[in-house]
């Protein structure tokens, strides 16, 4: 071992340890950091006895608090949603007046149905439910199978072209793609579908295929879209009046759509949610803006 | 490490006390163990000041919380109260919201300004009679004293062998203290809820676990740090002897051994003659009523608290000695000069630097007065929805969605009317609802009544965003508030 010796300015001893000349004190650790060092161990020790510390082979020392974070979590989890069960109870037998009467109901079914939304549906319709070509705007006044609170439940419920038995189902024909109609005709469709609808304004349909167009469309398109082009909710059959087109609205788009006859699936949610979470959802939707009121409304209740 | 022959001053026949600054700078070796301080008891106008200080900041941290101010039904009756979970703050007449928290920040920077500015006029006078350290510290020494005698019989204690009357003193100076710091923690919690509630719950044991913890925790603190860390926390934790040498100047005031006049120092003996010689007799009297433990003699230092307990102690043996006081005093840098070159003492207490911390003060004191008289109790805060932007109808008009949320902050419910203006054919309406015109809600008293609207415009509307203003008016009390907003419209798809 090297030779401790006493510095000579300071009085103190050396660690004996020699770099190039440079000699090092043995200066001793403040006494609180000490304190604290030493409390660290034993904490340390006290922590590892109390709660799971050591990783063994096939498992971890438990401890003996048997403090475990999943199961805690999962405590709070049962907690929380107990906690709501009465809410969502009260929800799931509430009109759309019904909730709106009842602030608290209000306020509720909009977190609990914004919550739902957000993990669920904004994937597809965007948050806020502001749609994406071929994923309908959920916040506007176009519904293409209806915007009551019921109607709107109802296409959560059960989805469309989903594998749901009573899934709500539309089909329309690819009258490119399976020859149904010659281009020709389908150009002249188009037109047609411009000149009846709002985009006449900015896409100056022409007017001579237009008026060709006119028969296509009644022979082939009325059955569904209605002889004025109004649409059917009964079947999911959108209007073509007005400016809003959920494959886009350019007259190349608008003819595409004539071609190919998409049409998206949504799946149904039933199994997914409970009636209560269900009728959060619908409310929120219906609540983005664009709500109808109930079909059969609720009379007010009157004062006492 | 001076051992002196005293003047009586006590009129006990032990005279000589081993009084040396343990706590200066030289003293204080790195390595050694820290000597106990025992301060001697001091007489004199700054100990008479430091009582009556010590009385009145107690008295207002003890008993302010039991202050009652009656604010209507429903609502707290404690005149100064933290409501974190009601998310208010109570004082008197004032109530103030979390988002009001700026008037905090001008408490603060009024306090700074006020430290500053009192520290450019006397020193730290703060520490020597204000700060809470010195304040519980000073009680604390005052509880030891009152139980185990003043220094020479606390020193001599503390030497003596362990007996019965020893534990019997040491237990009941310690019962003693940690009683004062449970009742500083007890205090202090109930700054946070109501005060008669929570110091019955407190002693039947229905408090919540954070008020026990923070009773608990300041209970620790204040024996700690005023029983034993006492003039440590002076010298090694607190920030300000640090930061108070940039806020003195030469004509501050602070607490000043005047050499020109003590020295020579030496012993005198009654009769001798003061020719030729300084009017300190170093009887270290300075010494043993310093808390902090150092000898003001050796100029302004980092551990003095400037609580003028020396000044008292000198100013006592001086009229003993029959010479005049104030060879320990309030004094400046610039008097010192002043009188090494002959001239008289001067204080300067308007200087440019106190006048800029006192206009500082005052400007900021005016604006926090200001904002408070002119703060108005009725708000609307407007959040355009921007997922969607904007959102195309059927018809080709286009709606925005907003978030209203209306602040009531008085204590009365309000009917409110929300209008739009500013943006031509623009239809303030609720979802479902075809009409336009006003939307009447009621705005619920002391909180938030958030509630969602659209507002349409007909079709036409150019592409890009445009202004508009919501207003609010209270129906029946006719005040009315606004916000502006804006509404945005997109190109055709």
Redo the contacts between chains.
Sequence with gaps: MANSERDEATGMQTTGHEWDGLRELD??L??WWLIVFYASIVAAVIYWVLMPAWPLGNGYTRGVLNWSDRRNVAAEVQALQSARAPMFARLADASAAGIAADPELQQFAIAAGQSAFGDNCATCH??????APGFP?L????WIWGGTLADIEQTIRVGIRSSHPDARLSQMPAFGRDGLLSPRQIGDATEYVISIS?ARA?LTPDMAAAARGAAVYQEQCASCHGVEGAGDRRIGAP?L?????LY???RAEIRRQIEQGRGGVMPSWEARFDAGTLRSLAYYV????????DATPTPPTPPQ | MSKTTLIDTTGRDDLSIDASAVNSKEARA??K?RAQIHPKLAHGTFRNLKWAAMAVLLAIYYITPWLRWDRGDGRPDQAVLIDFEGRRFYFFFIELWPQEVYFFAGLLILAAFGIFLSSALFGRVWCGYACPQTVWTDLYIHVERWIEGDRNERMRLEKAPMSASKVGKKLAKHTLWLLIAAATGGAWVFYFGDAPTLFHDIFSGQASTPAYLFIGLLTFTTYILAGSMREQVCTYMCPWPRIQAAMIDKDALSVTYRPDRGEPRGPHKKGESWEGRGDCIDCRQCVAVCPQGIDIRDGDQLECINCALCVDACDEVMRKVGRPTGLIAYDSYANLERRKQGRGTSYRLLRPRTILYGTLMTAIAALLAYGLATRSDFELNVIR?????Y??????SV?N?YVFKVINMSALERRVSIEVSGLQGARLHA??ITGGGPVVIGARADGVTTL?L?VTVPPGIEAGTHALRFTARDLSRGDETGSASAFLAGA??
């Design positions: 200066t001793p403040p006494r965007g948050a806020g439910g502001g749609g705007v916040a506007d006044n176009v709002m900015r209007s009046k007005d400016d809003l087109w886009g609205g350019s219906h609540e983005m803006g664009g709500g109808e009121p | 790195l390595y163990k929805d921007r997922s969607p932007p959102v195309r109808l059927a018809d080709g709606r969605d979802t479902g969602r659209h055709n798809p």
